[in-house]
């Protein structure tokens, strides 16, 4: 089993991701943005762990640069901060762009709230906020199955 580790809104408060991290002991790491600066440095700490990123709304940038897409043991995750899909006022967007891409896992923050839902074939998790209250997510790929939850340390 391969476990993907997605956390969120770390607002350069690092200690709760930290202990995530070293609890989880994930195979890979994605942070879904707000901060950059926040993921460099966690991958600086871990460079053990593959970590990916996306900016968020608090970066300053916009585009193209906002969207990730990995593929893992034949899981694909689409993944972003979620500002520019405005899902603090629907999903829809999200759920659209992560179709077209052919994912199987639609992964954003920005809410700062815990979100993890299956329908159609899509999981569209959050881990909500990091910072606040050391929140995160798993995605489990096995077998060719797909897996996705909430957790709090």
């Known amino acids: 089993m391969t476990k993907i ?4 809104d770390t607002h350069g ?3 709760p991701a930290k202990r995530i991290i070293e609890y989880v002991q994930p195979d890979r790491i994605i942070h879904l943005g707000d901060m950059q600066a926040d993921a460099r ?3 600086e700490v871990f460079p053990q762990y593959r970590l990916e990123y996306v900016p968020g709304n608090c970066d300053m940038v916009t585009g193209p640069a906002c969207i990730g897409i990995a593929t893992v043991n034949g899981c ?3 993944y972003t901060h979620g500002h520019e899909h405005h899902v603090k006022t629907s999903l829809l967007r999200l759920s659209l762009a992560a179709r077209e891409a052919q ?11 815990p979100y993890c839902e299956f329908a159609d074939g899509l999981w569209m998790v959050n881990p909500g906020s990091c910072q606040r209250d050391a929140n995160y997510a798993l995605v489990e790929v096995a077998q060719g199955a797909v897996s996705c939850s909430i ?3």
């Open 76 to 78: 694909r995750i689409y």
């Open 13 to 15: 408060n690092l200690e």
């Open 103 to 113: 994912a199987q896992v639609a992964a954003f923050g920005h809410t700062h709230q």
């Open 151 to 153: 957790h709090s340390l």
């Open 5 to 8: 580790l997605l956390i969120s």
């Open 41 to 43: 440095k966690l991958k």
